[in-house]
């Protein structure tokens, strides 16, 4: 049971890749002055392995449950006398979305009105106020602002501010910008505890190969083609993903109830220039008799036909929570990719495990019941 000196979290989807930084990030940092549920549904992007060396903790709980399922979600609030609540459940890859974007609206949409309105009923109290220091944080991307244009010449580019008008695109950007309409309404209609934060593309350990950065990496230490959709010109504003822990902690004990905060470290690449970037990288750590070294190669660069609607760039002004709340990132894009390579060249067995879907297996039987 908690410890009544204990800040209590429930974290959605904090077997995926962002959920799970966030939890070591917060382990890391408060140790036992917290006691945190990690509830998820554990689908092809959820993996326990990225919590095997926290599960065996005292003030952790995992629970399998989906968000939308309102019972599963209400246990929880009657079990534990929850503080704080972490939403980062979602289906998250764009390139899903486009081929079946239904379970994006179901998951994203649905599932985030059931989670905030379980969480509304435990804790608005008679008077229609709502309890002392409780926060509700729906991590959300930069993806629900649109496309950027690529700067003219001789002309100050543009940035996604907190004000920017949304323009989601694609299926999951749009199912991502309901879900924040969602939060705001609660917000405006019952003054809601909420914060939302949006931010740019994250990348670190655990993130699933499917997403840019740890495909190539993956795809490149076996010899397999890097496929660069377009013209690699795309331009993505990429996040550590600590760095990204540490903004939402920050946001939860420092925000203003009620109010966004883009997070994002102005570190803005094309898509070509971070492939070579891997590469290069993985050329520089990779042993002289490393097997893996001879695969390594810009041969293996191959444009493809573009993504389908396919945004050109994306850029985040973090001026508001730089100024308001005090977060800066730590770690510059060189150190970032170095320490992500290196991960990514440590835990083979890990991405050998995501892409067999032997953990999923695995995970079926465990939780079958
Ligand atoms: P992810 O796909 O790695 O993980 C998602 C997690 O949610 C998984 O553990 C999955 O099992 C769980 N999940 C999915 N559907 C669920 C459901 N119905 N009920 C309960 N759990 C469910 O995603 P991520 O990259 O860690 O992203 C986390 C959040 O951050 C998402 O909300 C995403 O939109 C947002 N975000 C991500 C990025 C990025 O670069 N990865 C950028 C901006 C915002
Ligand atoms: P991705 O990691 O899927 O993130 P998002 O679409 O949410 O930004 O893609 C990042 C960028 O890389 C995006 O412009 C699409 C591009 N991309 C490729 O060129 N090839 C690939 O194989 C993938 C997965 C992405």
């Known amino acids: 049971m908690t410890d009544s000196r204990q800040r209590v979290y429930l974290v959605t989807g904090g077997a995926g890749f962002i959920g799970s930084n966030f939890i070591h990030y917060m382990f890391n940092k408060y140790d036992d002055e ?3 549920i990690n509830l998820d549904k554990l689908t ?37 006398d929850v503080d704080r609540v972490v939403h980062f459940a979602a289906e998250s890859h764009v390139d899903r979305s486009i081929k079946d974007p239904e379970v994006f609206v179901r998951t994203n949409v649905l599932g985030t009105a059931t989670l905030i309105n379980c969480v509304k009923e435990a804790w608005q109290k008679e008077d229609g106020s709502f309890l002392e220091d409780h926060r509700f944080l729906h991590v959300s991307t930069d993806e629900v602002y649109g496309s950027l244009d690529e700067p003219k010449e001789g002309q100050e580019p543009d940035y996604f501010y907190e004000t920017t008008p949304y323009d989601p695109h694609s299926p999951y950007s749009a199912s991502k910008a309901s879900s924040d309409f969602i939060v705001k309404a ?83 690449r094309q898509n070509i220039q971070i492939i070579k970037t891997i ?61 992500t390579v290196k991960w990514y060249l440590e835990n083979e067995e890990w991405v050998k495990d995501v892409t067999s879907g032997d953990y999923q297996k695995y995970y079926e039987e465990m939780y079958e019941n």
């Open 279 to 339: 590469l290069d990288t993985l050329l520089e750590l990779l042993p002289e008799d490393d097997d893996r070294r001879g695969n390594v190669s810009y041969d293996l660069i191959t444009y493809v036909t573009d993504r389908l609607g396919h945004d050109r760039r994306y850029a985040i002004a973090p001026d508001k929570i730089k100024s308001e709340i005090g977060w800066e990132p730590d770690t510059c894009f060189e150190d970032g990719i170095k320490l």
């Open 44 to 80: 092809y992007a959820g993996n326990l392995k990225n919590l095997s060396d926290i599960e065996k903790r005292d003030n952790y709980r995992f629970v399998r449950a989906d968000i939308c399922d309102r019972e599963a979600v209400s246990k929880i609030f009657k079990e534990y």
């Open 186 to 268: 609660y917000v405006d209609t019952y003054s809601f505890p909420a914060n939302i934060t949006n931010c740019s593309n994250n990348y670190g350990a655990y993130q699933f190969p499917e997403k840019l950065i740890p495909l190539v990496i993956h795809n490149a230490l076996s010899g397999k083609s890097l496929p660069v959709y377009g013209d690699g010109k795309n331009v993505r504003d990429w996040l550590y993903v600590m760095d990204h822990a540490k903004g939402i902690d920050m946001v939860l004990e420092k925000g203003k109830p009620g109010e966004t905060y883009n997070i994002g470290g102005h570190n803005e």
């Open 34 to 36: 917290i006691f945190l």
